[in-house]
């Protein structure tokens, strides 16, 4: 199935270092949406952005809508260990069908 | 409010049986999709229904179909099931309509073997 191209596919940091992933697309989207995943649980969301440029926070984590709108990125700044999990970024092309586009996923371990 | 809820958890189910999942949306949401999640990928969009009606339907074979009651809760189902179909599926619940932002919020899953 069509995919994000999300990177990097994994990451081992130390906590309290910042953290920085991101998604390419060869088409446009018109929301961008980060979702965090843990083992055997479904995916929560983490931000949601739905204009060209958009910067938003919540709490450490901060992502941007590429200006393109064809890109995002994600960053979390002074990881902890429940950081731990894996990351997808999703784009939505038509706002009305609510077919979400997900990357890989980017999996992130945090060494205390 | 709850979250969006899904029914059952955890099914094993034998290659050529049909299976039925269950789903309740975010109270107030109106749309309900359903993803396939195999292990090691991000979800894949199986179908979206709006109004009761099909909005979207993904790349998947025909053994796979869904409706949404007047309450605006979902079932997915499968027929003739496959091993290639054990997987967590997925469904995510929004407003949906032009006068809302699309913030798309998933359920826990129902994690399906096929044995």
């Known amino acids: 199935g069509q995919q994000l191209n999300q990177s990097p596919q994994s990451m081992f940091i130390q906590e309290g270092e910042d953290v920085s992933m991101n998604c390419t697309s060869s088409s446009i989207f018109n929301t961008w949406l980060w979702y965090k995943q843990d083992p055997g649980e479904g995916p929560v969301l983490l931000i949601a952005l739905y204009k060209a440029g958009e910067l938003t926070s919540n709490g450490r984590l901060t992502a941007q809508f590429g200006i393109t709108r064809k890109d995002s990125f994600l960053n979390i700044s002074a990881s902890i260990p429940s950081d731990v999990g894996i990351y997808f970024c999703a784009g939505l092309a038509d706002g009305n069908t609510g077919k979400l586009i997900f990357g890989q996923g980017t999996t992130l371990q945090v060494k205390p | 409010d709850a979250g969006v809820t899904q029914s059952p958890t955890h099914l094993i189910k034998t290659r050529g049986q049909h299976v039925t999942l269950r789903c309740s949306p975010i109270s107030g949401h109106k749309s309900v999709s359903w993803y396939q999640q195999v292990l090691g990928q991000g979800p894949q969009f199986i179908f979206q229904y709006y109004e009761k009606e099909e909005r979207g339907r993904g790349n998947f074979p025909d053994r796979f179909s869904a409706r949404q009651f007047p309450n605006y809760s979902s079932e997915l189902n499968v027929n003739a099931l496959l091993l290639g179909d054990s997987a967590l599926y997925l469904c995510?619940?929004?407003?949906?309509?032009?006068?809302?932002?699309?913030?798309?919020?998933f359920g826990e899953g129902s994690w399906l073997t096929v044995v």
């Open positions: 995510a619940s929004s407003r949906a309509g032009p006068r809302f932002r699309n913030t798309i919020y």
